[in-house]
């Protein structure tokens, strides 16, 4: 049984909770939140009483062994430090960090104190998408990979309105790339590695975040491109095109469907069965690492993290995208 903390009262934390209340080793034992009503009333609906609004007190408590984070962006790093500090296994939110500074700190934290640190980066974990690993081989020399995350966020209504959200807050290290562009780019890192060079293109909105963008990267042999969006829908599928076929998963955030179209015209179903509660699968593999003394996901890496954040912190650059955490 591992007892977990939660850094975070929204629907992401509770859509964590009821999909990782499906293992058996999975327990829910303390809230943190910044305001103690807050935090007792989220509390309550999974009838745990031990709630914090100080991060010490919490990151010492002997009530949890772990820490589920899905704080705002930019309190990530130093929410996690403090947990691994006091050696708590920390499973945070995508992005993980702010930038790469932030995410090297998260990391020797994590190697100084001999404990778990993994990105809750839920769709590589998912059968589906590890369904098109296994199959890869099927469609011959990859050439290209493209995908789109497109997703009208209801907060843009507010923000039309004039009322800026945390979604559309720089300080908290939001906006369309680290939001839902991530989830675009980190399946193609798990998957191919890191690109030899990127050019990426966004909107700016004027209080200082992307609103959607669109980025190439340049492999040997093969080319991707990804585009995400905060202000407009798509429902276009994403695929993986190769020599012999072509891979087509029905989203990349939360693949449920995937087929191959070969060039001779058949197709093959390579569809597995997942839980609804796709989030199950993410906390399903921090605990086997816990249990099992691993420190580290070999699918969810922090490597592939790394990677993920090296080349999104290039694509700000190329936007002008930068974040007071970045000064800090």
Known sequence: MIRFGVIGTNWITESFINAALESEDFRLTAVYSRKEETAKNFGEKFSVTTTYTDLNEFSRSNEFDAVYIASPNSLHAKQAIACMNQGKHVLCEKPIATNTRELSEMIA???RNNVVLMEAMK????????????NLHKIGKIRRYVTSYCQYSSRY?????????????PEFSNGALMDIGIYTIYPMVALFGKPKALFAMAHMLESGVDGQGSILFQYDGMDASVAYSKIA?????SEIQGEEGTIILDTIHTPEKIRIKYKDGSEEDITVSQKDQSMFYE???????????????SI?????????MELIEEARKQIGLVYPADQS
């Open 300 to 308: 969810n890496s922090l490597n592939t993290s790394l990677q993920t």
């Open 123 to 134: 769709s590589t974990l998912l059968p589906n998408f590890l369904a098109v690993k296994e």
């Open 233 to 237: 829908n798509s429902y276009l599928p």
């Open 283 to 297: 906390a399903e593999e921090f605990i086997r690492l816990i249990k099992f003394g691993e420190k580290e996901s």
């Open 109 to 111: 934290a994590a190697k």
């Open 157 to 169: 209504d507010k923000y039309k309105e004039g009322t800026v959200l945390n979604a559309f807050k």
